[in-house]
């Protein structure tokens, strides 16, 4: 059964930097994209980054130049390093397999429980 565990959220100040991870199981990343996405409070959750099957990186206009998708196959881990965070950026983090074109941002619908990530001064 496929499984995403998300993790690596915290509280930081504007201009610091964060790494998130997504450590799957129940497939390979050579299978699949991963896909992260943000849901700021009160909104819908939204595509930020996607990395495919071939490893094929994609971002969101907001992020593009700051956030650095990346996946390690050897663990089945990937990566969201976030750098330069702004207040904008807060909101809980999830990621998920995604389907077909990555930048679509198709999945299952099936979500993990997020990490939190708070950008404040």
């Known amino acids: 059964q496929a499984q995403v565990v998300e993790s690596g959220g915290g509280s930081v100040q504007p201009g610091e930097s964060l790494r998130l991870s997504c450590a799957v199981s129940g497939f390979d990343l050579g299978e699949s994209g991963i896909g992260w996405f943000l849901q700021a409070p009160g909104e819908e959750r939204q595509g930020v980054s996607c990395i495919s099957s071939g490893a094929t990186t994609f971002y969101a206009d907001s992020v593009k130049g700051r956030f650095t998708i990346s996946r390690n196959t050897a663990k089945n881990t990937v990566y969201l390093q976030m750098n330069n965070l702004k207040p904008e950026d807060t909101g809980v983090y999830y990621c998920?397999?995604?389907?077909?074109?990555?930048?679509?941002?198709?999945?299952?619908?099936?979500w993990g429980q997020g990490t939190q990530v708070t950008v404040s001064s």
């Open positions: 998920a397999r995604v389907f077909g074109y990555c930048p679509a941002y198709v999945t299952s619908g099936s």
